[in-house]
């Protein structure tokens, strides 16, 4: 089931793999190599997370010994290195061999939340013309951001409803300063 979700990628088909997939579905780009020890143990760790999610998200394989000018593109200077895909473009790497949890906790940055989703129904609802339904959906979203949302984080009310601060925004903003910042001082690297 796993296969399914993940996929090795060329430079020839990664912008259709990767960039223009990454629209439909966000995709996590692993680029590895066969002598890397701690890429044999970061890709079953991201295997596997592919096939729990259940297609929340596409695993695509980059073997940077055969593909070493896309690894260029992408500032690939340690391996392993992850780089999450949304709308396609990145959103957010890291380099190294990370625990599953700090994995877990990485594609959830990544894969849109209950929330997202409902934001997305709510505009199909109103692309069919049925405001009414879109408006259940916005007010679940809203229920469920604000549940998640600590207090520090919610906005004053608003029409009588208080709402949790924009997410989307907040992701944008947090996943590029993760993504730019991922090359500097503080990144983590890898030891191959």
């Known amino acids: 089931m796993t296969a399914t979700y993940v996929r090795d ?3 020839a088909a990664f912008q259709r793999d990767v960039v223009e ?18 890429c044999k143990i970061l890709g079953p760790i991201l295997e ?29 200077q ?3 290195t992850v780089v999450g895909f949304r ?10 061999a990370l625990p599953e949890h700090n994995v877990r906790q990485w594609l959830g940055g990544i894969i849109p939340s209950e929330a997202d989703l409902l ?14 339904a879109a ?22 009310a608003r029409n009588g409803v208080t709402v949790p601060l924009k997410r989307r925004a907040r992701f944008r903003a947090a996943s590029w300063r993760g993504f730019r910042d991922s090359a500097g001082a503080g990144s983590r690297r890898a030891c191959c």
């Open 9 to 11: 990628v060329d430079a």
């Open 21 to 38: 997939r990454s629209k439909e579905v966000p995709v996590v780009v692993d680029f590895w190599a066969a002598w890397c020890g701690p």
């Open 48 to 76: 596997r997370l592919a096939g729990e999610h259940n297609g929340g998200f596409e695993l695509a394989r980059v073997d940077v010994d055969s593909n070493q000018t896309l690894a260029g593109q992408f500032g690939v």
């Open 135 to 156: 408006e259940r959906r916005y007010r679940e979203a809203l229920t469920i951001g604000y549940i998640y949302a600590p207090p520090q984080r919610r906005e004053p």
């Open 87 to 96: 709308d396609g473009r990145p959103v957010s790497r890291f380099t190294g």
């Open 78 to 80: 340690g391996i392993p």
């Open 119 to 132: 934001v997305a129904m709510a505009g199909d609802r109103l692309d069919e013309g049925d405001p009414a």
